[in-house]
């Protein structure tokens, strides 16, 4: 196994080039290049420099994963033999992803390396921009960078923007996040004499950058935070300026026991808005649930119990560890054997814990949640009738006995048997997989809806309920059901 020497090819022109690096690349015998597209080389070619480059590996290839993986076997393959010497632009170990993967084969035990200098392209960078990078910068890989890894307070740095098509990939990426309009700056061979700065709105980046190995785009820092409102770094922060010390006198006096009632208001209100099929509402509502999930994170920030880190670890935790078919090893085909998987693994998580079956299904805000969730979790473990004719004959059971209770029985005992009947109803309904919850939320929508039609309808006759009877208020009803069909 020969060395394989990894030399920087610098940041812009010959002029930049350390003397030791000139003189290595110009003794070197085998001297391969990751893109002879470098103005080092160009001016080198002329002095009579001869190498091997790897830009048809780049023609041959649609995917630079794959561009990469080629080099890195080429190099290993040609060390077999002889010593190589490989020069790749800027410095070796800054945005170099063939010189990480040597690396990783050095640690195997299938490479052996050393890398020599090279100026990287940040400190031009910063030099043409004008920024000092202790205020927070990112570097990031054009190929493969995701919307949730920028920080749109940070200086950022975008390079391996290769060709239109990745640069048209950056500015979608980038208008996720950025306002369509806004300003970045181009920066083309950075502490040389050929040094650009480009400005241009996002819109049209693929639409000018000139690309190619010494480019590189540069996405300035928001300072505002009104202006950063798509990043979860600024709800987290608004809610902690709402119950700091100069926060909201309201939001300061919650507590996870007076909010109950508005994460069950806001679940409602969503769930109304996917119904109406409203986007934007639905958008809203989402938002309205998100605020409750960071409020409750506040709060047990404030109090030194746990923080909105804690919840993002136990739920992710979940979920990696009940989809062991996503994020392990194990196979599931159909989603019947994804929920055998996902019971599997919760009664194991339970298995430290003998307590009784129906612990934690109990849901103090909805009672009809709470028998749903108790009449579910005994079936399980057989406690159900065979089918729904049991539970059919258990309802009508249930009513004799509670019209009985009503001609003779006390309030206390006439309420028991009430909500025996109710007990039934939600067993039907899980039969014949329906929410009753939801069911409930129909039902009161449906009535609000036509009894507002029945308002409506007194205020524009004659003008007072007590001017109509009975008879015509329900067909006021009636003609409210009809509209709705």
């Known amino acids: 196994m020969n060395e394989i020497t990894i030399i920087g090819l610098g ?21 391969y290049v990751r893109t002879e597209q470098h103005p080092v080389l160009q001016e080198l070619k002329a002095e009579g420099l001869i190498w091997t480059s790897f830009d048809k590996v780049y023609e041959e290839n649609d995917q630079f994963e794959t561009v990469y993986e080629e080099i890195v076997q080429t190099l290993l393959k040609l060390a077999d033999d002889t010593s190589v010497t490989y020069a790749v632009p800027g410095h070796p170990l800054v945005a170099e992803q063939t010189v990480q993967l040597l ?22 960078i910063f030099a043409a921009l004008r920024i000092d990078p202790i205020e927070g910068f990112q570097l990031l890989d054009g190929t493969s960078f995701k919307r949730d890894d920028v920080q749109m307070g940070s200086h950022v740095l975008i390079g391996q923007v290769y060709d239109a098509f990745s640069a048209s990939e950056v500015k979608l990426t980038l208008m996720e996040k950025y306002p369509d309009d806004y300003e970045v700056t181009i920066v083309t061979a950075a502490g040389s004499n050929q040094e650009k700065l480009t400005k241009v709105p996002l819109y049209e980046l693929d639409h000018v950058m000139e690309l190619d190995n010494l480019t590189t785009l540069y996405v300035p820092p928001i300072r505002v935070q009104e202006k950063r409102l798509k990043e979860w770094q600024t709800l987290r922060q608004i809610v902690a300026d709402l119950r700091g010390p100069n926060g909201c006198p309201w939001d300061k006096e919650q507590t996870h026991i007076t909010l109950k009632k508005y994460a069950v208001e806001e679940v409602y209100e969503l769930l109304q808005a996917i119904d109406e099929e409203d986007d934007d509402h639905i958008i809203e509502e989402l938002g309205d649930v998100l605020l409750q999930v960071f409020l409750h994170a506040q709060i047990g920030e404030d109090s030194g119990y746990f923080s909105m880190e804690d919840v993002l670890n136990s739920i992710s935790d979940k979920m990696i560890r009940r989809h062991p078919h996503v994020f392990g090893d194990v196979t ?15 009664a194991e998580e339970k298995d430290e814990y003998a307590g009784s079956l129906l612990d934690g299904e109990l849901r103090s805000d909805s009672t009809l949640l709470t028998s749903f969730n108790y009449q579910k979790k005994v079936a399980k473990v057989g406690f159900d009738w065979p089918d729904v004719s049991g539970a059919w004959e258990k309802f009508h059971e249930e009513l004799g006995e509670w019209k009985k209770e009503l001609q003779s029985g006390t309030k206390e005992t006439q309420v028991d048997e009430l909500g025996d009947l109710l007990f039934t109803i939600v067993n039907l309904a899980r039969f014949y997989g329906l929410s009753p919850e939801q069911a409930m939320i129909q039902a009161n929508e449906k009535f609000k809806r036509r009894f507002q039609f029945i308002e409506l309808s007194v205020q524009n006759g004659k003008g007072n309920f007590s001017d109509y009877d009975l008879e015509e208020l329900d067909g006021f009803w009636k003609e409210a059901k009809k509209l709705e069909r």
């Open 103 to 124: 690396i990783e084969a050095e640690r195997k035990g299938n490479a052996k390396i050393r890398i020599e200098g090279g100026q990287s392209f940040l400190d031009p």
């Open 332 to 346: 599931a085909n159909s989603t019947e054997d994804v929920m055998r998987n996902w019971q599997q693994i919760k």
């Open 11 to 31: 940041a812009s022109d010959l002029d930049q080039l350390p003397l030791g690096i000139y003189k290595k690349l110009k003794a070197t015998e085998h001297l």
